[in-house]
Each structure stands twice: as C-alpha cells, then as structure tokens.
C-alpha cells in the first residue's frame, strides 16, 4: 500500500591480512573543496543534473551516466538520510568504472546531490563494487575518532575482487583509505566470487562481522581490529540447501533485524539473486532466522522475494526501528540495462538509471510464516483528483470478452493512481487489464480473479537486439488473492518506472522505457466487476 502521510559448502578459511602497522599515525581530516561548498539551505535536485530524454520527476535522477546498486544509507547528525550508488559517469567511455556518489534526503521524495565520496581508480584501489558504512561510535577503531564514519567495499582489481577500507572524518562526504590503502582481504584468484561487504558489530563478542558473497553463499568472517579477518562459516544458498531452488549467483547481502506483533526478534538476510529457475528474474530476496553462536546466518524459512517486478535490485536497507526497516534499490536489471537504448534522436542513450520509490519495511505472520510487507512512500499530489467510476455491466463487451471502457484517460507520465476492483456479484471475477500506454511503450498488469494470479507483459521501441528480448519477457506471480469481493492496486507512473502497490503489501516494480510526455491509462476487465479510480498528477 502506499503511505497515506506521504500520500506517504564450506569456503576453506581465509588466509589473514598482515596486521596493521603500529606507526600507523592518527588520521587527520582531510579539507574537501566540494563538500565545503554544501551550505545549510537545501540544494535543489536539479544540482548536476544533466537533461536526459529518461529523466524523471518524482523519482531521484542521476546527474550523469550510469548507476547501479544502492551502498548504506545512514542517519547523518544534520538529520538527514544518507545514501550511496554506484555511479559511472563515463558509461561506455575511456574511464569507465564505478565509483561511490553520495546523497542526502529529509523525506525521500526530495533529494540533493552531494558528490562522488569514494572516487574510482585512486588509493591502490580500481573501479568498486558494493559494499557498506559503519560509524565509529563504539570506538572499535582506535585510532579514529568516535565521529568516523568507516566503509568497506570490493574493487575488481587485475588480480580478483579484494576487499578495501576507507574512512571518512566529514560526516560521510570524502574519504581516505585505512590500513595505507592495502586491502584487508583478498580473493583466492581472479574467478573467485568475493564481493560486496556487508559490516556489522557484534557487541557480545566485540568484533566485527563481515558478510561476503561468494557465489552461491554468504561467507561470515569475524575480527578484532577491522583488518584482519577469520572464517567463521557461511550460509549456503544453493539448489541442494534451499529444497531445489537454485537461486544462482548471490549479490549485496545485508543483515537486519525486525520484531513481529507479538513481540518476537527475527534476523532477515537480505540478497539479490536470479529466479529465472522459477519464471522470475533478478531481484531481492529475504530469508528470515536467526544467528548461531559464530554469527552465521540460519534460515528457518526459504527465501521470499521482497518485490516481485523485474527492476528491483542492488538494494539497500536502513533500521528505523525495531519494527520498521527502510528500503531503496536500483531500478534495472542486467538483462537489458546494459543493451543499447536509443533516446529521441536515435542515438545509445548514456545517462541511465533511478532509484526506486523508498518503502517502509514490517514483518507480520501469516499463514504460520513469516512474512514482509511493503508501504511506499510517495510525494504529494500537486493537484485535486480526477475521480471515476464504472461498471461493467454497462460498459460495451467486445468481441473478444471484455469490457473496454471502466476507464480510458489521457495523462502526464507522472501519476499516483488509485483503483479500486469490486465484484458487482460477490467475488471478483474474470480478468482485469491495466495498460499503461505510451507512444513508444505499453506495459499490461493482467489480474486472473480466480486464481490471484498476475502476469505484467511490456515492451518499447526504444531498445533493440538481444536486450529487447529480455526486456520483453513475461512473469506471472501467484498473489494467493483469489476469491476476494475487492482488490485495490496503486500504482506510481513516472518517465521510466512504474511501481505497483498491491494487497497485503505486495509490491511490483519495473522499468518502463519511454520517453514520452502523454500517457494513456486503460483499464478493462472480462467480469462482472465495478472500478472506483482516482487520478493525481505528481511533480516536485
């Protein structure tokens, strides 16, 4: 649902790093020229912001190239959230490579560029991957102020995925490296999976714990001092550990808690990873358990896809209290992300990528499992509703079945969109159809009644070859909302995304590429079915 205030197998060990020197000094704040130039007073989004066919108005935009996977996001003492991407601002270009680019937001629906902390190619380190903060407040590191903010991160370097840390004296704005630049853990050879460090600290045990991904598990490593790492164990996420269910190559694992209603604390693992074995694709998933006496992960349940749309990846994860965790990801998936998408002029467009609406995070019990459910947060409307409302048995059937007109409306491409399915004769029944139509796009959400399934088919002029195949793909998701007198779907429509909102907080997000300004909503249905819909148009 969406917001009503915002409208609201065993891995052998690893062999240690060599320890820290004790010369080592202190360090000292390092001046950064761009952060200085950051005043109080809010920055408008539009701050470095180059103009794109792809741009969006109520969805963050990336100032130039290429983004990717969200990094920690973390409550700053200005009172902001903090958030990192990755972003290759030389797409395709000398230079290409990824490197860490640093916002900050009060509501999540407005933002401000604050620049690249974490810069590519520099300290040792070459283009990086995903990775993790942890601030200094404990005084794990010694020789770090309290104030420290401390990353760790993967850079794929000629010899394999190592692992670097950095650490930070401005509240998270630049960053120099720690243990002189050296990484503080190696993978074994250049094929090794090792990437994508998730920090936590163990305050039982005073250490710090690493979760890696490796392929098809999470190695968990433990230490002391931040640098030097001992195995601890793994959780294993392959075919033969989850009943059969092949989830292929594990990405971005994080490591959250969250109390039911009943009082209960569960750890959930959170990781992308691939259900093409299941009529999926890439996306994130959770596991929900707990941890063993070495910090190992340990599922008591099989892994659940947190959304269930194709665009939903490289995500990120904030606490915001014991029972509510905050989430952003990135927009794409690698299938097509990367393929040559043509903007108005008909040449490869190379300023790509958004970040998802963020949502709040619950868990609650159903069914005797565990279950999260999603609320988004999305901007004010800027205008009155267009409200509407139809029945089908009024509305012309054509040939093929279906009634065409519960709604056909003519829009701007940024909409918050409410619509409200009732059976005119109890329960739902039929199909229900919502199109959304560009003059280079349509995507179609199609509803099944019967059995709670739905299947969402899009395409676009505006991507070509083998990436167009993929883009196209369809998924069916069995919603388990069969026999219901109602089902209520909201919908966020913005230049290049739409995100579903649908019941017992499910959520759907995808990309949609388009680049035009008009917007046809189509809702139609093959039963006897009423619609209520209200309409808004969303903007900054």
């Known amino acids: 649902m969406i917001c009503a205030a915002a409208m609201t197998g065993c891995k052998k060990e690893q062999q240690p790093q060599s320890a820290m020197p004790k010369s080592e000094p202190i360090p000292q704040p390092v001046p950064n020229p761009a952060a200085a130039a950051i005043s109080n007073q809010r920055i408008e989004i539009r701050m470095l912001v180059e103009k794109g066919d792809y741009n969006q108005t109520n969805h963050y935009n990336t100032p130039k190239g290429f983004m990717n996977d969200i990094q920690s996001i973390f409550k700053g003492n200005d009172g902001y959230y903090h958030f990192y ?34 810069p590519k190619f520099v300290h040792g380190w070459s283009a990086m991957a995903t990775g993790s903060i942890i601030r200094n407040q404990n005084r794990f590191f010694k020789n770090l102020p309290n104030t420290a903010v401390v990353a760790y991160f993967t850079s794929y370097t000629e010899t394999g995925q190592h692992q670097y840390v950095a650490y930070s004296l401005d509240g998270g704005k630049s960053y120099r490296p720690y243990n002189n630049g050296r990484p503080v853990m190696k993978s074994a050879n ?31 490593y433990s230490s002391s001092n931040g640098i030097n790492w001992q195995y601890e ?16 190559l594990i990405e971005c694992p994080v490591l959250m808690t969250l109390r039911g209603a009943a009082g209960e604390t569960k750890y959930v693992l959170f990781f992308g990873a691939n259900g093409y074995r299941y009529g999926s694709t890439t996306g994130t998933y959770y596991m929900v358990g707990h941890l063993d006496s070495r910090g190992n992960f340990v599922a008591e349940q099989l892994p659940e896809r947190l959304d269930q749309g194709s665009d939903y990846y490289g995500a990120n994860f904030y606490q915001e209290n014991e029972s509510t965790i905050k989430s ?7 299938g097509y992300m990367q393929g040559r998408i043509l903007n108005n002029k008909g040449q490869e467009e190379k300023h790509l990528g958004s970040i998802s609406h963020a949502r709040n995070i619950k868990m609650v019990k159903r069914n005797g499992r565990y279950v999260l459910e999603s609320q988004l947060i999305v901007g004010n409307p800027k205008t009155s509703p267009y409200n509407h409302s139809a029945v089908a048995a009024v509305a012309p059937r054509a040939k093929d079945g279906y009634h065409k007109v519960l709604l056909d409306t003519t829009r701007w491409y ?22 959304i139509k560009q003059a280079d796009s349509q995507v179609l959400l199609d509803f099944n009644a019967a059995n709670g399934d739905y299947e969402v088919l899009r395409s676009s002029t505006k991507i070509t070859g083998d990436a167009s195949k993929e883009y196209q793909k369809s998924y069916i998701v069995r919603s388990g909302q069969a026999g219901r007198r109602e089902w209520n779907v909201h919908l966020t429509a913005d230049k290049t995304s739409l995100e579903f909102a649908l019941p017992d907080g499910q959520t759907y997000s995808l990309v949609k590429l388009s680049s035009a300004d008009q917007m046809q909503i189509l809702v139609e249905t093959s039963g006897d079915n009423r619609l209520d819909a209200q309409l808004y148009n969303l903007e900054r």
């Open 85 to 118: 991407y990755l972003l290759n601002s030389n797409y395709k270009a000398p230079n290409d490579g990824t490197e860490w680019y640093h916002v900050r937001t009060r509501d999540w629906t407005r933002f401000e560029n604050l620049g690249v902390a974490i």
């Open 190 to 220: 250049k094929e090794q999976n090792a990437r994508d460090p998730y920090i936590r600290y163990d305050q039982s045990r005073q250490k710090l714990m690493m979760y890696l991904a490796e392929g098809d598990k999470v190695g968990t």
């Open 233 to 248: 164990g793994a959780t294993i996420l392959n075919a033969g550990a989850l009943g059969g269910r092949d989830l292929g």
């Open 328 to 334: 952003i990801a990135w927009m794409g998936n690698w």
């Open 414 to 435: 940024s909409q918050a969109v409410n619509l409200k399915f009732t059976g005119t004769q109890g329960a739902l029944n039929g199909h229900i159809r919502i199109f």
